[in-house]
């Protein structure tokens, strides 16, 4: 059983960490619960389920392992895309890409009690977002990433210091994301940062989770 949902008090020093993505198209490559286990121990307090192909049950059954797992350490759980998934699964939050559910008909569905991020990719989103009530909006991709086929133009830091004074919401930077690149991140405006592919392609991935960590005490 996993915790009874409670609504959400909301500080951005929630989204001012190191957010980890955990993607089921990873699934056949590692074990994503131990992935989010280790995350854990590591103190990662911030996790997001992505599973863009697979279908709703296999999506609700995998997920809910998930979730139990970030339950039992305290961790924010954001589903991608998927209101209704996000619901199911009691997440903490629901995060929506430009292609998703518009942010207010999304709120309609899942009401006050949950976190809804935004991706966002240029200066108007960021001001729309903004303007309709996102929680947090993620930003990038800052570098060009293999996790997406098809992503937006890559943005750079400049990108991401030029949207810096159009919103007073959490950043978290995302796309191609290492250790050594988040102190400058940190100094172009960026909250926190989103890895994927970094955390589960790494060969020692307690030691990158301790190196992303390092930057978030």
């Not at 991140?185 to 926190?192: E, F, P, W």
Request: contains cysteine.
């Amino acid at each position: 059983m996993i915790a009874v949902h409670t609504p959400r008090i909301f500080s951005p020093a929630i989204f001012s960490r190191f957010y980890l993505i955990v993607d089921d198209s990873w699934a056949s490559r590692c074990s994503l619960l131990e992935v989010v286990q280790q995350a854990g121990e590591a103190g990662v307090k911030l996790v997001q389920y992505r599973n863009k192909t697979g279908s709703m049950k296999q999506a609700y059954e995998a997920g809910l392992a998930l979730r139990s797992v970030a339950a039992e350490r305290g961790m924010t759980f954001i589903v991608n895309d998927r209101c209704d998934l996000a619901l199911a699964l009691e997440a903490d939050g629901v995060h929506l890409g430009q292609a998703d559910l518009p942010l207010l008909l999304a709120r309609k569905v899942v009401g006050q009690k949950m976190f809804i991020g935004v991706s966002t990719h240029n200066p108007e989103q960021v001001r729309l977002a903004t303007e309709e009530g996102a929680d947090y909006l993620g930003f990038g991709p800052i570098f060009t990433t293999r996790t997406k086929a098809n992503h937006e133009p890559v943005v750079g830091m400049e990108g991401l210091a030029g949207v810096r004074d159009l919103t007073p919401l959490p950043i978290i930077a995302i796309g191609g994301i290492v250790p050594d690149s988040v102190p400058a991140l940190q100094a172009a405006g960026a909250n926190g940062v989103a890895v994927a592919s970094a955390i589960l392609n790494a060969s020692d991935r307690s030691k990158v989770l301790a190196r992303f960590m390092a930057h978030f005490q």
